[in-house]
């Protein structure tokens, strides 16, 4: 009997874990949306990029670059949109060489794009403009 | 512990039995700092700073007569190695120089030569009177194909005369898209020709290209710390696993069952060993080597798994294990003597969970296995109990040497901190 009484709600817990990850993508978003949970930039960065750029944006020494205040995320739109679309390798950020390579996140759509990295450009103490799915969509013709 | 406190009065006993041999002492004049250095260490042990910051250290050597050479990945005001003197005694560098043009990771000292590497090469200097004769360079190894990813080369000698260089892979798990979600693993992976795994080279062979080398050992994604035991006389390695399950899988792993897999595999390289990467990782939990989500595995079926090499020590994952010693001396008490001493960089892939490593474990080791658990030997490092991202570590224990009196140095890969660790 005891038993029952701890497993009821560990079970009906279960229940609403499965169904929530059964929703469609999209609706499990705006769910979190109406809730006034975290914007979806953030939730993007965090399933996408927080494994080697780290939480804070900090990156990690020697291996993946910091995401605060550099050039490649304050500077030109299309040249930051090209490094989520065709992803970076080998390449000095500000004065530093980073093992890791930067993978293209081009199965990521055009809104998720936009939004992830106006997350990164106002978070982590940076502060520049937001992107538009248009400037994504635009970027991403010409490849 | 008690056990081993046993253990150790024990060994000690015997030590002092005339079969056995005499301990050595640091000299009167080297003393633990008060705050053993910032470390915390077990009891007996004390640690001193032997030098601030020499840059970004990687691994270092130390010479008979006590000279400290430490590799940096940054060159330094042009150089890629650092040479720390201590000139009155006291076990603090008073006097530093620098040599070489290159950076890079690895260094092996003989009485006769100093080896050291790049990430395309390895030459050797010889000694003279315990210094570095700079003009008499060789280069042994040569035109290595430069790469970033695992690209750094860690070396090691024999006592038959053979110079190890691991070629780490510059993949994770040998995607057609490296790390990138939905792509799949190459099969065979082509990486496995060249890299993922140690050569063998002539340690007196001058001008060897990578194809004069053996492949001694494969199936590895990438090596930095590694160490020939002289008690058994074989090549003894330390494995980084794989990274991202859960970014690449998330309908098959959660973050914390990614931060928790695969193994850091402790590893005794035979010529031809085969430890099944990129095909095959190995989880501590279920005790054996699984099949990769990138060919095909569910986290639990072996398929072409079962008859991969085993490690000989499973290892929380993450941790970066990036220097490996087996201990030969006298100093510290018996029960650490032929064990091994392993310096785990610290993790970053465990992110959004805290991190782990940032410390240097010992393994104890009978017979040439290990005989018992890993035990925390130094701690303290990267400064807090807790550490949320690598860039809040203030130092991150990165390399390990034994001085001739059985001191062991430690090396921080952040400002290229050394310390000295002592018996007292």
Known sequence: MKNNILIFPLFLAGILCFSWKEMPENQGVSFLKTNAVPDSGKIIYETYCLACHQEDGSGVPNMNPPLVQTEWVLGDSTRLINVILKGLKETEINGDSYSNEMPAHDFLTDKQIAEVLTYVRSNFGNKASGIKEEDVRKVRAKK | MKRYFI?????LFFCFTPSGETPTKPSAK??????????????????????????KARHIAVGANGDIFVRLSKLKDGKGTVVLKDENGDGKSDASSAFGNFAGTGIALTDKYLYASSDTSVVRYAMKNGSVDEASKETIVTGLELYGEHGTKSIALDDKGHLYVTFGAPSNACQEKNRTKGSK?????????WHGGVWQFDANRKNQKHADGLRYATGIRNIVGLDWNKATG??????????????????MYNPEQSAELPSEEFLLLKKGSDFGWPYCYHDRFQSKKVLAPEY???????????????????FPAHWAPNALLFYTGNQFPARYKNGAFICFHGSW???????????????????????GDYEVFAEGFA??????????????????????????????????????????
């Not at chain 2, 253990?7 to 060994?11: H, N, P």
């Not at chain 2, 991202?389 to 034994?402: C, E, F, I, V």
Request: with cysteine; aromatic share 6%.
């Open chain 2, 7 to 11: 253990l150790g009065t024990v060994a």
């Open chain 2, 30 to 55: 080297v003393k633990a700092d008060a705050d053993n250095g910032g470390l915390v260490l077990p009891k007996g042990f004390g640690g001193l700073v032997v030098s601030e910051g020499v840059g």
């Open chain 2, 185 to 193: 693993g190459m099969d065979p992976c082509p990486i496995l020709d």
């Open chain 2, 234 to 251: 074989e090549l003894y390695a330390m494995q980084h696993g794989r990274d991202q399950l859960t970014t690449l899988y998330p309908e």
């Open chain 2, 296 to 314: 095909g595995g569910d986290g639990k079926v072996q398929a072409r798994c079962e008859g991969k090499d085993k490690p000989i020590m499973a």
């Open chain 2, 349 to 371: 892939n465990r992110a959004p969970l805290k991190q782990g490593g940032y410390f240097v474990a010992f393994v104890p080791f009978k017979d040439g296995k290990p005989s």
């Open chain 2, 383 to 424: 400064g807090g109990p807790e550490i949320k991202q690598p860039n809040d570590a203030k130092a991150r224990p990165m390399g390990l040497a034994q001085g001739p009196d059985g001191s062991l140095f430690i090396t921080d890969s952040v400002k290229g901190k050394v310390w000295r660790v002592i018996h007292q």
